[in-house]
């Protein structure tokens, strides 16, 4: 069982930062992709970022130049760092693994997600 513990989610004002940081544990032999998603209240969830390989990234256009994904091979920890913060960022985010699990079998996995608002 493979289990994704996502935080670092909260408050912020426009124009402000946050870091996202998702976990993951269990029986993993292998991780091709990690992404973080969002879902905005009565909007569909929409990917925001993906790092393959722990190599190749790619960002939605409205958070590219603003946001930075990231991934620790060492420690299984996926990051996403949130500048220049706008009320529309405001959403819960998830953040999603594809592998192999320590079987052998496709792995597809998702947090639990973390809140993110952003208001004066």
């Known amino acids: 069982q493979v289990q994704l513990v996502e935080s670092g989610g909260g408050l912020v004002q426009p124009g402000g930062s946050l870091r996202l940081s998702c976990a993951a544990s269990g029986s993993i032999l292998s991780i091709n992709a990690m992404g973080w998603y969002r879902q905005a209240p009565g909007k569909q969830r929409e990917l925001v970022a993906v790092i393959i390989s722990g190599i190749s990234t790619n960002y939605a256009d409205s958070v590219k130049g603003r946001f930075t994904i990231s991934r620790d091979n060492a420690k299984n920890t996926m990051y996403l760092q949130m500048n220049s913060l706008k009320p529309e960022d405001t959403a819960v985010y998830y953040c999603?693994?594809?592998?192999?699990?320590?079987?052998?079998?496709?792995?597809?996995?998702w947090g639990q997600g973390t809140q993110v608002t952003v208001s004066s």
């Open positions: 999603r693994l594809n592998g192999l699990s320590g079987t052998g079998t496709p792995l597809v996995s």
